[in-house]
């Protein structure tokens, strides 16, 4: 079982910049692909970025290229999402989560066994 406790969320103006983290129990820690969902009111939750193990790759969804970084540190069981030029369009609860399946870099919810309870995030115009 793994657990998995997001922090960073908050409110920011419009261009602004906020620095999420995901802290994960355990050991295995360097054994899962992580990655970071949102889910704005009224509509799905949906993948915003997706890291390898080993850190060497990830993938970004289309709207946040180029703003967002997101990265890992295995030694402190901690993956980060840096979000830069926020936009009110990401107003949104951030999840992060744990593949423990062995798959490259993840991208589909369904793929994804562990879950954070959510922080969150709000850019106001």
């Known amino acids: 079982q793994v657990q998995l406790v997001e922090s960073g969320g908050g409110l920011v103006q419009a261009g602004g910049s906020l620095r999420l983290s995901c802290a994960a129990s355990g050991r295995t820690f360097r054994n899962y692909a992580m990655a970071w969902f949102r889910q704005a009111p009224g509509k799905e939750r949906e993948i915003v970025s997706a890291i390898s193990r080993s850190g060497a790759n990830t993938y970004y969804r289309d709207s946040v290229k180029g703003r967002f970084t997101i990265s890992r540190d295995n030694a402190k069981n901690t993956v980060y999402l840096q979000m830069n030029s926020l936009k009110p369009e990401d107003t949104a609860v951030y999840y992060c989560?744990?593949?423990?399946?062995?798959?490259?870099?993840?991208?589909?919810?369904?793929?994804?066994?562990?879950w954070g309870q959510g922080t969150q995030v709000t850019v106001s115009s």
């Open positions: 989560a744990a593949d423990p399946g062995g798959r490259w870099i993840p991208i589909m919810e369904i793929d994804y066994d562990y």
